[in-house]
């Protein structure tokens, strides 16, 4: 059992969080969420938030809208799941945030445990994006560039997508990329930018968690 730390962007796949959810509790781990404004216009949070799971940016500054003030010993958030996660799974991550990722932008609490992040501890990718978002330049830029920030460098750049991700999950030992998947995308369109079954996010989870612990 581990804690793994969900995180979760504006992707219309974040309909799957429910599922997402209920899949790593199933495998025994403490699940906790984190997730963007725009995530939240594609799942209901109210039974999450209810039972205290998901964490959303407004709880990085309470009482902000009453007048209160940050006070010294109060808790930072972000830096809290960090702490306490053993794996941070973005799933599904979207086109925004993943060039965040990329640059090291922290202007929500998702982004800001990514750059808080330890980076011996592992991660998962899981994409999701139009086809033409996907098979956009910047894609693979930022890919590229968030796998040489972790062990994966010199990957060549003219690799198809299958190949490059396969590079740099062999390559990483701390960053693991779950491959989108062709078909009808919610705009209609039908193509690649599909996010991958929940099962293959769990499983690039187990594995990664199983990795690190064996190192
Ligand atoms: C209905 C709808 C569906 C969307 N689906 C996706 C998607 O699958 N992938 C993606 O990269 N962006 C998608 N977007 C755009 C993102 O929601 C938008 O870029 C947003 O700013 C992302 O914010 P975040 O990265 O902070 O979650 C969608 C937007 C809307 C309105």
């Not at 599922?19 to 963007?36: P, R, S, Y």
Request: glycine share 6%; charged share 20%; net charge negative.
């Amino acid at each position: 059992m581990a804690n793994v730390l969900l995180g979760v962007t504006g992707s219309v796949a974040a309909v799957r969080v429910p599922a997402l959810f209920d899949a790593f509790t199933a495998a025994g781990h403490a699940v906790k969420i984190v997730a963007t404004n725009a995530a939240t216009y594609f799942f209901d949070p109210a039974p999450l938030r209810a039972s205290g799971v998901l964490t959303l940016d407004e709880d990085e500054w309470p009482g902000r809208d009453s007048g209160e003030r940050y006070a010294r010993g109060d808790e930072v958030l972000h830096i809290e799941l960090r702490k306490w996660a053993d794996v941070f799974a973005i799933a599904p991550l979207d086109a925004n945030t993943l060039a965040k990722l990329a640059v090291g932008l922290c202007d929500n609490c998702l982004t800001c445990v990514w750059r808080a992040w330890d980076v011996s501890r592992p991660v998962v990718l899981a994409p999701a994006m139009n086809t033409l978002m996907w098979q956009h330049p910047f894609t693979r830029r930022h890919l590229r560039s968030i796998a040489a920030d972790s062990g994966a460098s010199h990957i060549p750049a003219h690799l198809a997508d299958e190949a490059l991700i396969a590079q740099i999950n062999d390559r990483s030992k701390t960053l693991r990329i779950v491959s989108p998947v062709t078909k009808q995308l919610a705009c209609g369109d039908v193509g690649i930018g599909g996010l991958a079954d929940v099962s293959e996010v769990v499983a690039a989870v187990q594995f990664m968690l199983a990795r690190a612990q064996a190192a």
